[in-house]
Structure formats: structure tokens, C-alpha cells
């Protein structure tokens, strides 16, 4: 399995970008795709989810602010970020787990998210 991501990049806060990330290979059609980031020095945190039903999970920080989406018939998960901060600095991981007898977990090479003031 492989994730591709792409669509970081630098913008001025306020502004907004959006990220993909296509997964390939052998996937259960019953996953649930995701959002991580990670900025400097601190651990990776959750910033969204997504399951094949359409059900979301967002972190409190980007409630409101950003979206995610998918493609099922494309394996493409998306994330819609709008009104970004400076604290939304970050390498954005996106992830994928599904259950094919035991539980699989991947995750993308990661995308730099730089907001500036």
C-alpha cells in the first residue's frame, strides 16, 4: 500500500490551502483515512478523520476551519483548510487503516504546511 500526498506549501495566514493524498495497492473498502501533522519538536496530533460512511473527527484546533473529504472510488482522501494560522505549521501526514484479518496502518511521506504572519 502507498500514499501519496501533495498540495502543502507556503501562504500567508488567512489564506487556504488544500491537500490530497491518494492511497493505492490492496485496501479494504471498510477503512477510515486521516490527517496527522507534526510541527518541530513536538509529537504527531490528530487534525482529522474520516471513515468510508462519510463519518468525521476533528481536533478541537481546526473545528470549524478545516474539512476533510474523500474519494471512495479514487482511495483519495482530502483536506480543505481555510483561515489558516501560523500555528498550523506543520508536515501534514495522511494516513489509512483498514482491517484485512489483522489491522494495517500506512502513512503518506508527508506534506510541509507553512503559515506565515
Known amino acids: 500500500v502507498q500514499l501519496q500526498a501533495s498540495g502543502g506549501g507556503l501562504v500567508q495566514a488567512g489564506g487556504s490551502l488544500r491537500l490530497s493524498c491518494a492511497a493505492s495497492g490492496s485496501i479494504s473498502s471498510n477503512n477510515v483515512m486521516g490527517w496527522y501533522r507534526q510541527a518541530p519538536g513536538k509529537q504527531r496530533e490528530l487534525v482529522a478523520t474520516i471513515t468510508g460512511g462519510g463519518s468525521t473527527n476533528y481536533a478541537n484546533s481546526v473545528k470549524g476551519r478545516f474539512t476533510i473529504s474523500r474519494d471512495n472510488a479514487k482511495n483519495t482522501v482530502y483536506l480543505q483548510m481555510n483561515n489558516l494560522k501560523p500555528d498550523d505549521t506543520s508536515v501534514y501526514y495522511c494516513?489509512?487503516?483498514?482491517?484485512?484479518?489483522?489491522?494495517?496502518?500506512?502513512w503518506g511521506q508527508g506534506t510541509q504546511v507553512t503559515v506565515s504572519s
Open positions: 494516513q489509512i487503516k483498514f482491517a484485512l484479518g489483522n489491522w494495517y496502518t500506512y
